[in-house]
């Protein structure tokens, strides 16, 4: 069975800052991606960034950005530059390469404060 | 460009009754996810259409839901006999290929059993 684990329930930041939000997942499978999505208070989930397993390199998307340590199975988002519209809650969510679901952690809500 | 799209947005409705969702997937996604989400947890997997077979069933999708995507476009979820504990946000959601892994939300139907 596959299970991620999302240890902040609640974060802030200062707007213009940087911040880490963290997720761990268990698994026994070798290949399998890796997201990031974004629940905005009252709207639909957006995917943030994505990572395949078997890429050594960390994904990027403008101010986002991961830190993948496949052997501590762990995977931790950065925001740069935190904006007021950055307010949200995240979720990190695992899919094995064969799979067809999504499993999530249970969201990290973070606050961008002005 | 039309996302996701699924009605009603809320519903209340007492306990025992029926109720059906209509999820309408981004057009040329032929797979469709249905999830829920209750308050503080993460999305949970429910069932996966892939054109219009239903090829994957969680053990959360008691007897008393069914979901059906008839012609592989839109899809329905149905709760007989609603109980309280079916109150939650019900997430649908498209991906186009398993090659392209990334799923695509919709705004959810909030249901409310009283």
């Known amino acids: 069975a596959q299970t991620v684990t999302q240890s902040q329930p609640e974060m802030s930041v200062q707007e213009a800052e940087t911040v880490t939000l963290s997720c761990t997942y268990d698994t026994s499978e070798n290949n399998y991606y890796l997201f990031w999505y974004k629940q905005p208070p009252s709207r639909q989930m957006i995917l943030v960034i994505r990572q395949e397993a078997y890429k050594q390199q960390n994904a990027t998307e403008n101010r986002f950005s991961v830190n993948f340590q496949k052997a501590a199975k762990s995977f931790s988002l950065k925001i740069s530059d935190s904006q007021l519209g950055d307010t949200a809650m995240y979720f990190c969510a695992f899919m094995k390469n064969t799979g067809n679901q999504f499993y999530f952690g249970t969201g990290t809500s973070l606050t961008v404060i002005p | 460009d039309t996302g996701v799209s699924q009605n009603p947005r809320h519903k209340i409705t007492k306990r025992g009754q029926n109720v059906t969702f209509r999820c309408d997937p981004i057009s040329e996604h032929n797979r469709l996810y249905w999830y829920r989400q209750t308050l503080g947890q993460g999305p949970e997997f429910l069932t996966y259409f892939q054109n219009e077979a239903q090829l994957e069933k969680s053990r959360l999708l008691s007897d008393r839901f069914s979901a059906e995507r008839p012609k592989g476009s839109f899809s329905t979820l149905e709760i007989q006999r609603t109980e309280q504990g079916d109150s939650a946000m019900y997430l649908c959601?498209?991906?186009?290929?398993?090659?392209?892994?990334?799923?695509?939300f919709g705004p959810g139907t909030r249901l409310t059993v009283t």
């Open positions: 959601a498209s991906s186009i290929t398993s090659s392209e892994p990334e799923q695509y």
